[in-house]
């Protein structure tokens, strides 16, 4: 089946006054599985029913393989959406839910047997087919849902939140087979959700969202390491961030006063907004923690704190600290043997400068 591109430009979309979508741009390449992450009312399945057709932009064009579908009903844009629900028919056999869409097309009877034991074989339902969904557990009815969808061999695969429903260790088992079948299939995959790390562990590419403007895009490695502003770096995983005034400024470091904790001198690299303000902004696992003085190690920006808590989590301890008047999450991999510093124990937080990202504050 031929790959397709989707293409969202300068799209907008309001519900009378309300302007839900503002001007978003994204380019999701053929082939690609690619996430919409963003928080409850960001616009995410408003953007989705969007591509699929149930909703129309009062602004922009929405391309599909290159060709401008905006004006084309839902039944006319071979597109397949999964929704949250699975909205699969009760009364129906799992043949019969996934058949449906091929009947509907009033296809030869040959052709949809084939088609349904293939989709049906696809997710591994062969030996379900007489069942009803009622007998069957939510995974399985999730892949009774995508069977039935990618059984009239749409170009795009919309999913919205398809695994929501699912208690997490199953849906951590669906997530991998939903990405080997969309790797099998190779088809344009647009799955949205508002849980980071299932964008994460899944998704070729994500824009993240918020309030209906798109805030990036990127790899998740990418937005992981490098978020553009403090929305996504919050976002997407946990940061710290100590923001402060800019004190001094050379081509090459800074002095960072931050209220309540003192003076960090930090080297710079890279791009660094050109604010009065910025915010100091790192992942608790690149934080380091010690002995109250630190261990000496001059790579790091030693700051003193006090443990606050700490959550043993096996493979590492989670801990926040209180710096001055901040607060600091520092994770520290466990190994068997190492002590777990106790609430209230003076500490010395470790900041490693190159993996500091200064924002704008
Ligand atoms: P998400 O999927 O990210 O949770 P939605 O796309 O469902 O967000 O909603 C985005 C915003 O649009 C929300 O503020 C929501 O209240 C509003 N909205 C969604 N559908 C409608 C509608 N039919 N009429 C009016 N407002 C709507």
């Not at 519900?15 to 053929?30: F, H, M, Q, R």
């Not at 029913?49 to 039944?75: E, H, M, Y």
């Not at 923001?243 to 050379?250: I, L, M, N, Y």
């Not at 443990?307 to 989670?318: H, I, K, N, Y």
């Amino acid at each position: 089946m031929k790959k397709v591109s989707v293409e969202c430009r300068n799209i907008s979309l309001s519900y009378g006054k309300t302007e839900v979508l503002k001007d978003l741009n994204i380019v999701i390449e053929p082939g690609e599985f690619f996430a919409l992450l963003g928080p409850s009312g960001s616009g995410k399945s408003t953007l989705l029913r969007l591509i699929a057709g149930f909703n129309r932009q009062s602004q922009g064009t929405l391309l599909v393989d290159g060709k401008d579908v905006s004006s084309s009903p839902p039944w006319k844009r071979n597109i397949g959406m999964v929704f949250q629900s699975y909205a699969l028919w009760p009364h129906m056999t799992v043949w019969d839910n996934v058949a449906f869409g091929l009947v509907e097309r009033k296809l030869p009877r040959n052709e949809i047997r084939e088609r349904t034991e293939a989709a049906l074989a696809l997710v591994g339902l062969s030996q379900y087919a007489k069942r009803r969904p009622n007998e069957l557990s939510g995974g399985q009815q999730q892949r009774v849902a995508l069977a039935r969808t990618i059984v009239i061999e749409p170009q795009v695969l919309l999913l919205d939140e398809p695994l929501s429903n699912l208690d997490k260790k199953l849906r951590v088992q669906m997530r991998r087979e939903l990405l080997s079948l969309q790797r099998r299939l190779g088809i344009t995959t647009i799955f949205v959700t508002h849980d980071q790390e299932e964008a994460m562990t899944t998704a070729d590419r994500m824009a993240v969202l918020d309030h209906g403007v798109v805030q990036q895009i990127g790899s998740p490695n990418t937005l992981f390491d490098f978020p553009v502003n403090r929305f996504v770096a919050n976002f997407v995983g946990t940061m710290n961030v100590l923001e402060g005034a800019v004190k001094e400024r050379t081509s090459n470091s800074l002095v960072l006063a931050v209220e309540g904790v003192g003076d960090l001198q930090l080297p710079v690299a890279g791009e660094v907004p050109d604010t009065p303000r910025l915010a100091a902004s790192f992942r608790p696992h690149t934080v380091q923690i010690d002995m109250a003085g630190g261990n000496g190690d001059g790579r790091y920006v030693w700051l003193p704190g006090v443990v606050q808590a700490s959550e043993f989590q096996g493979e590492f301890t989670r801990y926040e600290v209180q710096v001055g008047d901040r607060q600091l999450t520092a994770d520290q991999s466990h190994l068997a043997g190492l002590s777990i510093f106790p609430i209230g124990a003076p500490v010395a937080v470790g900041l490693e400068p190159s993996q500091i990202r200064l924002l704008a504050a």
